[in-house]
């Protein structure tokens, strides 16, 4: 698939979105099949971290200081690679269990390959200093089986955006435009946060956009191979930011969590990975803000001989991440902290460290504290004073804040009610 650059920096990010608000069914993002084969050596299968040339930037920089919530199926901070980097998070999705609680290993997966130690020969994080705060929300599995908060991705993000964490990670996709989520987005760049999102990996089925990632205000990840060229699978549109590397990626099998599979990682690792990258480059200068942080990764990308100067591509945004190039030889500038190069306008100007969290004890491992009570929909939407459940018609602890199993529909208000099928898959 051609990866020349097809629209000018000067043309508009995005159009218009629609100002429907509609809740979409979220999947996450990794391919292959569920009977893929065990593998012994993860580590083995990490062929972007030689190409990356992680143990030269280890030696500058590991992702120190730097928080990534995790917005996904939970994360399991018991697995050998985990211990010691998950701090306290949240369960939005209404079900029985915490956020440590991780039915498919999916959001496990990409914690690790965010922040994995690499103990007892597991996933190797590209930062692995890095801490990881968990939210736990549902995919349309857990929709289909149980009745589920119909508003907790919203509700994630805000909460995301009011902790502790420098980067959002949301390795989930919708084909369904959502204006509460939407205002979450834009809340958490508010709050200075970077919100990186999966553009989805059905290029070959409709190549629908895909939400968060198609937000102005999110990043949107693509996935690229081992040659540098983006992969079939992963969505293309002038929404495209950013890719970073995917493809023959290993993963958790499932929630028993006794193996790791081979798999394609799909936009879903691609995201994980552009968001280790801004780890790295905040901790290496934790002073700068995240449009700062942004703007580098954007300027120090890698490019085809191909690229135009001065132009974006559609199939890999700015280019394929490379910490290396901006850590150990200082490629990129700055610029602007206060303005944003995603949206061009005055936005989160707010350094690395400058948030305050709502947790518990954010510096305490998740496991070591008591569970918090889940939250009702009384976050504020960003500007207008308004309470997120009163937007949205009502609070997530409310009947019609639920999505019940089996019919998995919900009904959201935006001027007038839209029943739509809900439906979350890995990006």
């Known amino acids: 698939m051609s990866q020349v650059p097809k629209r000018s920096t000067s043309t508009a990010r995005r159009g218009l979105l629609c100002a429907v608000a509609a809740a979409g069914a979220w999947a996450v993002g990794i391919s292959g099949s569920a009977t893929a084969a065990t593998i012994t050596d993860p580590q083995s299968k990490q062929w972007y971290l030689n190409a990356m040339r992680a143990d030269e930037i280890w030696k500058t920089a590991t992702g120190e200081g730097i928080k990534v919530a995790v917005i996904d199926s939970g994360v399991n901070p018991s697995t050998p690679s985990l211990k010691g980097q998950v701090l306290k998070g949240k369960d939005l999705t209404g079900v029985k269990g915490e956020e440590t609680d991780d039915l498919t290993g999916h959001g496990t997966t990409m914690a690790e390959i965010i922040a994995g130690t690499g103990a007892g020969g597991g996933i190797k994080g590209l930062a692995p ?20 908060n119909g508003f907790d991705m919203q509700e994630a993000i805000r909460a995301a955006a009011d902790s502790d964490a420098q980067i959002i990670n949301v390795s989930m996709s919708s084909d369904y435009y ?144 490379r910490p290396n190039a901006h850590i150990t030889r200082g490629l990129g500038k700055p610029g602007d902290p206060n303005v944003s190069p995603l949206t061009k306008e005055k936005v989160g100007g707010v350094p690395g460290a400058g948030a305050s969290s709502d947790a518990t004890d954010p510096s305490a491992p998740a496991s070591s504290q008591a569970p918090q009570a889940k939250p009702g929909g009384d976050a504020v939407v960003a500007g207008s004073g308004k309470k997120a459940g009163a937007e ?32 979350r898959r890995s990006a």
């Open 129 to 148: 200093e890095t801490k990881i705060i968990p939210y736990r929300v549902s995919d349309t599995e857990l929709q289909n089986t149980e009745k589920v």
């Open 178 to 321: 959502n204006s509460a989520v939407r205002d979450a987005v834009e809340y958490a760049q508010s709050k200075g946060k970077l919100l990186f999102a999966g553009v989805g990996n059905g290029a070959k089925k409709g190549n629908k956009p895909q939400y968060p990632a198609s937000y102005p205000e999110a990043v949107a990840v693509a996935a690229s191979g081992p040659d540098g060229k983006v992969a079939d699978y992963s969505q293309h549109g002038d929404f495209v930011d950013i890719a970073a590397p995917s493809g023959a990626l290993p993963r958790w099998c499932d929630e028993t969590f006794k193996a790791y599979c081979d798999g394609d990682g799909g936009t879903s690792s691609a995201t994980a990975l552009a968001s280790a990258t801004a780890a790295l480059i905040w901790s290496k200068h934790p002073e700068w803000t995240g449009n700062q942080v942004l703007r580098v990764m954007f300027e120090s990308a890698s490019r085809g001989d191909d690229w135009k100067p001065g132009s974006v591509s559609n199939y890999l945004g700015h280019g394929v991440v």
């Open 392 to 423: 949205a018609g009502a609070g997530s602890n409310s009947q019609s804040g639920l999505i019940i199993g089996g019919a998995a529909v919900v009904v959201v208000l935006a001027g007038a009610a839209f029943a739509v099928l809900r439906r």
